[in-house]
């Protein structure tokens, strides 16, 4: 389809024209890139000098640069994008380090443009937040659990601190606080005799949610103890099938 019209019709107006000179042409300039891509391989240096020389006149005419660039941007917007997401995704540390030199550097500007962002793409923000979120609480499952956790005590009207789980589990050498046996420290949750915090005195009960108030234990010591202060019953009849299912299931 490209090349079989055109033919038909310089032949047809121009009988004396040579058809194929749209093909020379093309044929030409293959060559010449041909040349350039070689010479670029046969002459590093001087390459390198070409573009020394380059970055050094735009180092000398810092702002005829960056007329030039913004006038190429505004002319290429499409190449000019992509181009920018290239980058941006090739040098991800280095951009980084770029946003947050310029948020320093700028925090009214900065703070204007995400909120003009998120203005604009309403949905998109919603979902970046929430993917960014979910992404969060995946890469840090402790800490979004004890963040759920200070969220529910807070709503308690309860004293809270931050807790570090990890610290806690440590500080309690892995025993359950609440049948004072081991925790394999493997097992994790929906394992019924995985880590959990505990709250010594539970929140409903006037407890704070801090340190000096806070046990590690087994996820079942803690679902009991919580069901003992709902339905003492109930509490009774799973305390028999925890003993048999503890000695079955657990292993350290
Ligand atoms: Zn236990």
């Keep these: 389809m490209s090349g079989r019209p055109k ?10 024209v040579n058809p194929l000179i749209g093909i020379k042409q093309e044929e030409k300039r293959r060559k010449a890139r041909e040349y350039a891509r070689q010479y670029r391989i046969d002459h590093p240096e001087k390459i390198e000098q070409f573009r020394e020389s380059c970055r050094r006149w735009r180092r000398n005419n810092p702002g005829e640069q960056a007329r030039l660039t913004k006038l190429w941007q505004k002319n290429n917007p499409e190449k000019a994008k992509e181009i920018k997401r290239k980058w941006y995704k090739n040098n991800r540390d280095k951009a980084n380090i770029m946003q947050k030199r310029y948020r320093d550097n700028n925090p009214e500007k900065f703070d204007q443009y ?10 998109q923000s919603a979902q970046s937040h929430c993917n960014a979120t979910n992404k969060w609480r995946q890469t840090h499952p402790l800490e979004a659990k004890e963040m759920k956790n200070r969220r529910r005590a807070l709503e308690k009207n309860a004293v809270t601190e931050k ?3 990890e610290k806690i589990y440590e500080r309690d050498k892995w025993i359950c606080g609440i049948c004072g046996r081991k925790v394999n420290k493997n097992l994790k949750y929906p394992n019924k005799f995985s880590a959990v915090l505990d709250h010594v005195l539970p929140l409903s009960k006037g407890g704070s949610h ?6 590690l234990a087994h996820w079942l010591c803690n679902v009991r103890a919580l069901s003992c202060i709902k339905t003492p019953a109930l509490c009774r009849k799973i305390a ?3 003993q048999h299912k503890f000695n079955k299931e657990t292993n350290e």
């Design 163 to 165: 807790i570090n789980t």
């Design 114 to 123: 995400h909120k003009d962002w998120e203005l604009r793409n309403e949905e």
């Design 7 to 16: 033919t038909k019709i310089v032949s047809e107006c121009a009988p004396d």
């Design 210 to 215: 801090t340190e000096d108030n806070i046990q």
């Design 240 to 242: 028999i099938s925890t």
